[in-house]
């Protein structure tokens, strides 16, 4: 029982990651109608605003102390940061610990900016042209994102961890009577996730904005005979979904160290999450990203898999069949929608 | 000739000299020049300019005529050279059993996977054939390691049990795979001056090959079902309200361009006995979708165009190194040299995939209608600047 | 006994009972139009028709034998041809291309696996394209795109490449919906000269009465999803119950 | 530049050919006069780095890179001769190999075994490569070790650490320098019957393919031969990015260890979740819980940050090691590139030298001339103290390291402290070990 609420939990934070990304990409899908193969490159370029701002606030000053050695044996240079000297250094050293939660406050407009030089600059100009090229240029341009972001940071790994007062573990199950303990910060994923949706459907439900982008996602013909500028809606529409990525890749650095290649991990993925939703609806893309990360985690249990070897292995592809050959345009997907 | 009316015959004889020629005309540089290092014609890239040529003509079938993009076609890829391999370990190391089940089977493997994955169209489609791949990816890469060996690969051994054919030659290595006794890796080399042409066994066969698949899609292109299959891309509805049955041409164009990756998967494993699972990874599916489109969908001669590019860039950026580049700009003063390699050092060696990235780009955004469109812009231009020079009409461009 | 005899057809969506119990029979040789305000349940009629819908209750014979479940081209090889309200042709391809696609159904079936010889090979289906396309006077336009012709030269071509089939029955959706006053005038032309020239029996589905009483032997009005009236155009022409419901509806 | 075939008995049965076939103008048939694969016979000799320049490893290949190059200039007689001076055998001159001077060409294995072969195709048919070497995985190496096998070139391996390569797969044409699973496994055990005593519960996780699959076996025996129980192994997908649902069934299974069979992206993501879950910290039987990495990677260790902080693991090599070798190494690497060399680097240097050395001594580029070198060769002075080349297998016999998570690091580079040196006769095993049973070398493939 507990291992089973285990995996749940495990599910529900998986699969926040998982639906995040699925958001995005449906808010692009469902406004622009554009396939965007760079969406996961947008979440590897968050993942890697925590490294930068983690790196920025560890900049540091050279002291050269002559009674330790380096690898040569040369005196050792000895670092401190800048924020440390400045601060002090608990404070300091308070500061550069909390770089990832600092990060999502560089996060939202950096992401916010590239969504919008990706649209103006090139997405624009690929409204009219067939799905199919659509994926070869955003295909591109999720290569070229990751090799300049490969150039700079390296190919590796690179440990970004989360505050140290978030990065225990917490007895969730001690409410029930019961032993679960998780990572805190998985929690705080979790949470942070659904703050997001909510925001995100609340912005979409609640304001004026909102409305008019759900009626040009609807019918954008009609919404533009209406004269509302419907295109600037859209590109902030962009800038936005390109945010909800950034910010999954921003507070996923603790779960897992980025790479540069962590965009096409989750490239494949988040699209079977938005087709198993169904193409276009942010509630379908939602729920299918928390089904699927359920659903993979039971996948991994040994009691599952000593049944069906490599189970975990494929149980994504699986789902995704299944849900496509008993309801054709997914979970809560229209009709019609991406079936030319 | 040929049955092809006279535009669809002179595309067929220039491929057929492009490819038996090949061996010059990818070696311009001499072999000692600094040049050399963007001569491609050695059998190894040139078996797979052809070859993944091949798979990109077939892939072409399916996707340029009905539009169905499928996202998984490197699992037949993998499965043809799965079943070449084992055809080599089990039966004889001639090429021609082997490339005969590989076609067999890809065939029945995409006539299961089409028909499921064709129950659903546009992106669904798309995303069926895609988990299809990745599945037999995964597995292949794991569980099923009994079958594919898994990380490494199927490969030849000293103990297979080959019934037409010994384990083990004479002198304890393995048998090199023939065709009917001409070993696929025998290579004639012919030095003329500074250069050094090779001319490979295995090459000519895939050439061959490529020559015959080639001229089928030219035939299967001008044929009524041809027609049919663009009517499919074009109006499913008018189709199905004209009395004709979409599913089975679609699975029929499936089920041919599974085959085309078969025998691609099978020529791959006749070149070189091997069999990575890798090769149905999705990116390996990817891969075939940017070279039909980059050389141009629909279009007869732009996945072979597309191939060739892609490759070419794999296999001879990825090998240029900062050593290289300082060999060739040592004319320059030191200063301006560094500055000059500091300057190129991004786009090469490591640095591949962003070079190649950027020319996706700027194909897509620039020539909608990928390399085949190129051609046809510099003849137009060429034909143009022609006709002011004289008054004779320029030739026509082969690059439809 | 008509060709088509249609019996206590309905067919509900969800809480709409979208056609009622609509009987219908059509004569042999005959133009016989469908007509009734929006919402009449005449195109549902028609999807029930050609098998894009299956009815809920009642029986749709062609000839004697029953279309109910029958998937849209097996309807179609039986002999019945449909022309959309927007006229739907394969844009991709030339003018000639798209008279040939029938064709080659009519020759080969619903499905051939012709792969091989040449398109330019098929005499016969060739012979065919073109001189339909003479009929239809287009043959000047048979290497055009078909997606770049104007909209009348469309829905000129998609009937013909009906007739090409040789149907024995052709549905007209709104076959003049949106076109100009001298398009649907060219098209109504076109139709009568069908309607004389061949043995074809048409059902048409129709909201301009211009149309409808410039061709039609036999008028069925639909009202909510049932058949109001059947009868001959001028008795149509006359009829109260149809002038309330339809005519006068504005009235 | 000359340049020939994969085979020469390739090129004779296709100058028959020629004759019926081909009818081209036969000028000259460059390389019929070679008498083996890719014989130098200008001034220079040509060596082929076959390394992951895209992908998760290409960190590491970009490293096994810079340490090809140094040993290419140490070899042209450039830089300060690095291990060449503290190299017990003393063949090598600083005058190129048998006085041709070294030239190199490089590739992109992208750590796939086709893109590896194809890449090392065109070392052998295009520039004429007369010995391959480098790689970033297990599968990759035996990929590339077939095709030199069949090309008739030496291959040295690079790193890779499965049993196969010197076991089931082992080839006459292909040697290894980097130690192996079971080689792990034995330097391991004692240290862990040291730290951990004899009473222990171990919970595999492991990469679903063949290297972590001959790495979970080997860690299994020897632990299991301490008298530790083996609770469950688990197998996780080599694509799995999070592994937090194979890690939370640990929690509750009653193991006291985590092993983790996982190297590069998998390992650092799968001992990061670990260490979230709190296994650190938990209290199991009455033990501490540990974790064990047993194939240490400092580079793969750095993305893991503070989480390896106490882990203890195997390497290869480490640059803090203190011996003349090492010393020399890395005060030569360092001075060059401003930070240390990783073992990857060492693996790749020690057997560019070790092939020149064999050259030197064999007085001949002919594989099975350098092969012959080779086997059974004993050296010290690169670093790992006396080390055997075994002539059965091919696999290199040498100390091997324990390591561990440094507590107090001084650098960036100041990750693993070395906890043991364990000598290489504790980690020899027969030629015949079942583990290692199955393949066989075969005979030398000159190309010939």
């Known amino acids: 029982m507990d291992a089973i609420l285990l995996q749940i939990l495990n599910g529900l934070d998986k699969g926040s990651a998982y639906a995040l990304i699925a958001l995005g990409l449906t808010l692009i899908f469902g406004t622009l109608g554009v396939v965007n193969f760079a969406?996961?490159?947008?979440?590897?370029?968050?993942?890697?605003?925590?490294?930068?701002?983690?790196?920025?606030?560890?900049?540091?000053?050279?002291?050269?102390?002559?009674?330790?050695?380096?690898?040569?044996?040369?005196p050792l240079k000895v670092k401190t940061p800048y924020v440390e000297s400045w601060?002090?250094?608990?404070?300091?050293?308070?500061?550069?610990?909390?770089?990832?939660?600092?990060?999502?406050?560089?996060?939202?407009?950096?992401?916010?900016?590239?969504?919008?030089?990706?649209?103006?600059g090139l997405i624009k100009h690929f409204y009219k042209r067939p799905h199919a090229d659509q994926i070869l240029v955003t295909f591109g341009l999720a290569i070229v994102l990751q090799e300049v972001i490969k150039y700079f940071y390296g190919a590796n790994p690179i440990q970004t961890p989360s505050p140290q007062a978030l990065s225990g573990v917490a007895n969730v199950g001690a409410l029930f009577g019961m032993d679960i303990v998780y990572p805190v910060w998985r929690i705080v994923y979790f949470f942070f996730s659904v703050v997001i949706i909510g925001g995100i459907f609340s912005f979409l439900q609640f304001t004026t904005f909102g409305m008019v982008v759900r009626a040009g996602m609807a019918d954008r013909e009609t919404v533009g005979l209406l004269g509302i500028n419907i295109d600037r809606r859209f590109t902030i529409?962009?800038?936005?979904?390109?945010?909800?990525?950034?910010?999954?890749?921003?507070?996923?650095?603790?779960?897992?160290?980025?790479?540069?290649?962590?965009?096409?991990?989750?490239?494949?993925?988040?699209?079977?999450?938005?087709v198993v939703g169904g193409m276009g609806s942010l509630p379908g893309a939602v729920l299918a990203g928390f089904l699927l990360g359920i659903l993979e985690s039971f996948a991994s249990m040994n009691e599952i898999k000593s049944i069906l070897p490599g189970i975990d292995q494929i149980i994504i592809y699986v789902v995704a069949i299944i849900i496509l050959l008993t309801r054709p345009r997914g979970l809560m997907g229209r009709k019609g929608v991406m079936e030319e | 000739m040929f049955g092809l009316d006279n535009k669809d015959t002179r595309m067929l004889l220039v491929v057929a000299v492009l490819t038996l020629c090949a061996p010059f005309i990818l070696n311009p540089f001499p072999t000692d020049s600094a040049m050399a290092q963007f001569n491609a014609g050695y059998p190894d890239l040139m078996q797979r300019f052809v070859i993944f040529g091949i798979f990109a003509v077939g892939f072409n079938i399916l996707f340029g005529l009905t539009?169905?993009?499928?996202?998984?076609?490197?699992?037949?890829?993998?499965?043809?050279?799965?079943?070449?391999?084992?055809?080599?370990?089990?039966?004889?190391?001639?090429?021609?059993?082997?490339?005969?089940l590989s076609v067999v089977i890809s065939g029945l493997f995409a006539l299961v996977i089409g028909f499921v994955s064709l129950r659903r169209s546009g992106i669904y489609f798309s995303i069926l054939t895609l988990a299809f791949a990745q599945m037999s990816f995964n597995l292949a890469y794991s569980v099923l390691t009994p079958i594919t060996n898994g990380e490494t690969g199927l490969q030849l051994t000293l103990d297979d049990p080959r019934i037409l054919g010994v384990s083990a030659t004479a002198d304890g290595s393995i048998p090199v795979t023939s065709l009917f006794g001409l070993e696929m890796r025998s290579t004639f080399e012919m030095v003329v001056g500074p250069w050094a042409f090779q001319f490979n066994a295995g090459y000519y066969l895939c050439a061959l090959i490529l020559l015959a698949a080639f001229y089928l899609s030219i035939r299967i292109f001008r044929s009524p079902f041809g027609m049919m299959l663009r009517a499919v891309k074009s109006n499913q509805q008018r189709m199905n309200y004209t009395g004709l049955n979409t599913k089975p041409y679609t699975l029929a164009a499936f089920v041919i361009s599974g085959m085309y990756a078969g025998l691609a998967g099978g020529l791959m494993a006749s070149m070189d006995p091997l069999a990575g699972a890798e090769r149905m990874q999705w990116t390996a599916s990817g891969e075939v979708v940017l070279m039909t489109i980059l050389g141009g969908a629909g279009t007869l001669i732009g996945p072979v165009l597309g191939a060739g590019f892609i490759k070419y860039f794999e296999n001879i950026f990825s090998k240029i190194n900062d050593n290289v580049l300082h060999s060739w700009f040592s004319f320059m003063p030191d200063g301006i040299e560094d500055f000059v390699v500091f300057i190129i050092h991004p786009f090469i060696g490591k640095g591949w995939h962003l070079t190649l990235g950027i020319l996706f780009m700027l194909v897509v955004v620039f020539l909608p209608g990928g390399l085949v469109e190129g051609g046809q812009r510099i003849a137009k231009w060429a034909k143009k600047r022609k006709g002011k020079d004289s008054a004779t009409p320029g030739k026509t461009t082969p690059a439809e | 006994m008509g060709i088509l005899e249609v019996k206590n057809v309905g067919k509900r969506f969800g809480g709409l009972q979208a056609l009622g119990d609509v009987n219908l029979s059509v004569k042999e040789n005959t133009v016989h139009a469908i007509i009734g305000p929006n919402g009449a349940g005449k195109s549902t009629l028609l999807n029930c028709l050609v098998g894009k819908l299956i009815p809920d209750t009642g029986s749709v014979m062609f000839d004697g034998q029953s279309v109910l479940g029958r998937k849209p081209y097996e309807i179609n090889q039986m002999g019945i041809s449909r022309v959309f309200q927007t006229p739907e042709i394969f844009g991709d391809l030339s003018v000639l291309e798209n008279m040939m696609i029938p064709c080659f159904?009519?020759?080969?079936?619903?499905?051939?696996?012709?792969?091989?010889?040449?398109?330019?090979?098929?005499?016969?289906?060739?012979?065919?394209?073109?001189?339909?396309?003479?009929?239809?006077?287009m043959a000047d336009k048979r290497h055009m795109n078909a997606a770049s012709m104007s909209r009348g030269d469309k829905r000129r071509l998609e009937i013909g490449m009906c007739l090409s089939q040789e149907p024995r029955l052709l549905l007209l959706d709104e076959p003049t919906a949106g076109m100009a006053r001298a398009d649907t005038n060219n098209t109504i032309d076109l139709l009568k000269e069908i309607k004389e020239q061949r043995d074809i029996t048409i059902a048409i589905i129709e909201h301009d009465m211009h149309v409808v009483f410039s061709l039609a032997d036999r008028i069925t009005v639909l009202a909510q999803g049932t058949p109001l009236v059947e009868d001959d155009p001028q008795n149509i022409r006359g009829n109260p119950k149809v002038r309330e419901a339809y005519l006068g509806e504005s009235a | 530049m000359s340049k020939s075939d994969l085979s020469r008995r390739g090129v004779l049965k296709s100058g028959a050919l020629a004759g019926?076939?081909?009818?081209?103008?036969?000028?000259?048939?460059?390389?019929?006069?070679?008498?083996?694969?890719?014989?130098?016979?200008?001034?220079?000799?040509?060596l082929g780095f076959n390394v992951p320049q895209t992908g998760p490893y290409a960190d590491e290949g970009a490293d096994e890179l810079r340490a090809y190059q140094l040993a290419v200039e140490h070899l042209n007689g450039g830089g300060d001769g690095g291990m060449m001076n503290t190299f017990s055998s003393k063949a090598l001159q600083g005058n190129g190999i048998l006085g041709k001077e070294v030239k190199f060409v490089t590739g992109d294995t992208q750590t796939k075994s086709d893109a590896a072969r194809a890449s090392a195709k065109?070392?052998?048919?295009?520039?004429?490569?007369?010995?391959?070497?480098?790689?970033?995985?297990?599968?990759?190496?035996?990929?590339?070790?077939?095709?030199?096998?069949?090309?008739?070139?030496?291959?040295?391996?690079?790193?890779?650490?499965?049993?196969?390569?010197?076991?089931?797969?082992?080839k006459a044409n292909g040697f290894r320098h980097f130690f192996n699973g079971y080689m792990s496994g034995a330097a391991l055990a004692p240290v862990l019957k040291n730290l951990y005593g004899t009473d222990r519960n171990a919970y595999h996780l492991t990469a679903d393919y063949t290297w972590g699959w001959t790495q979970e076996e080997s860690i299994a025996a020897a632990t299991e031969a301490l008298g530790w129980n083996t609770v469950n192994k688990v197998?996780?997908?080599?694509?799995?990015?999070?592994?937090?649902?194979?890690?939370?069934?640990?929690?509750?299974?009653?193991?006291?260890?985590?092993?983790?069979?996982?190297?590069?992206?998998?390992?650092?993501?799968?001992?990061?979740?670990?260490?979230?879950?709190?296994?650190?910290e938990k209290v199991v039987n009455g033990k501490d819980f540990e974790i064990v990495v047993p194939l240490y990677s400092r580079l793969m260790a750095k993305g893991a940050g503070a989480n390896v902080k106490g882990i203890h693991g195997s390497t290869n090599w480490h640059w803090s090691l203190q011996d003349e070798g090492s010393a020399a190494f890395v005060r030569s690497f360092g001075t060059k590139y401003g930070f240390p060399p990783s073992q990857a680097a060492h693996t790749v240097y020690c057997q560019t030298l070790l092939y020149a050395d064999a050259v030197s001594r064999a007085g001949s580029f002919n594989p099975c001339a350098v092969a012959e070198a080779l086997e059974g060769f004993e050296f010290d002075g690169l670093g790992n103290g006396k080390t055997l080349y075994r002539a059965e297998d091919h696999q290199c016999f040498k100390d091997v390291l324990v390591v561990r998570g440094k507590e107090n690091p001084t650098s960036e580079f100041d990750l693993l402290e070395v906890v043991e040196v364990t000598p290489a006769a504790q980690v020899t095993y027969p030629a015949d070990h079942p583990m290692f049973a199955g393949g066989a070398l075969g005979s030398c493939n000159s190309g010939a």
């Open chain 1, 237 to 274: 529409m962009f800038g936005i979904a390109a945010a909800v990525a950034g910010l999954a890749g921003v507070m996923y650095t603790p779960i897992n160290s980025p790479n540069y290649h962590m965009g096409m991990d989750f490239l494949v993925l988040s699209f079977v999450v938005v």
């Open chain 4, 122 to 170: 065109s070392m052998i048919e295009k520039d004429g490569a007369v010995m391959i070497t480098g790689g970033s995985s297990s599968g990759v190496a035996i990929a590339v070790q077939g095709l030199c096998q069949e090309a008739g070139v030496i291959f040295m391996a690079g790193l890779t650490h499965s049993n196969d390569t010197t076991g089931k797969d082992k």
């Open chain 4, 235 to 280: 197998r996780t997908p080599l694509a799995a990015t999070d592994f937090s649902s194979y890690i939370a069934p640990v929690l509750n299974s009653g193991a006291d260890v985590l092993v983790l069979n996982h190297y590069g992206g998998n390992m650092v993501n799968s001992l990061t979740n670990a260490v979230q879950f709190g296994l650190r």
């Open chain 1, 87 to 120: 601060f002090g250094p608990e404070m300091g050293g308070a500061i550069i610990d909390w770089a990832v939660p600092i990060a999502i406050l560089f996060a939202i407009p950096i992401m916010i900016g590239v969504g919008y030089v990706m649209e103006r």
């Open chain 4, 20 to 46: 019926t076939g081909l009818a081209l103008p036969t000028i000259f048939t460059a390389s019929s006069a070679a008498a083996f694969t890719n014989e130098p016979t200008g001034s220079s000799v040509t």
């Open chain 3, 105 to 137: 159904a009519k020759r080969d079936g619903a499905f051939a696996l012709n792969a091989i010889p040449a398109v330019l090979g098929q005499k016969d289906v060739l012979e065919k394209a073109e001189q339909m396309l003479e009929e239809m006077n």
């Open chain 1, 39 to 74: 969406h996961g490159a947008l979440f590897m370029i968050g993942a890697f605003c925590a490294v930068t701002v983690q790196r920025l606030l560890s900049l540091s000053y050279e002291l050269v102390d002559e009674t330790q050695k380096d690898f040569l044996g040369n």
């Open chain 2, 67 to 100: 539009g169905y993009l499928s996202f998984g076609h490197a699992a037949f890829l993998g499965v043809g050279s799965y079943s070449a391999v084992w055809m080599f370990k089990l039966l004889s190391m001639n090429v021609v059993p082997a490339i005969l």
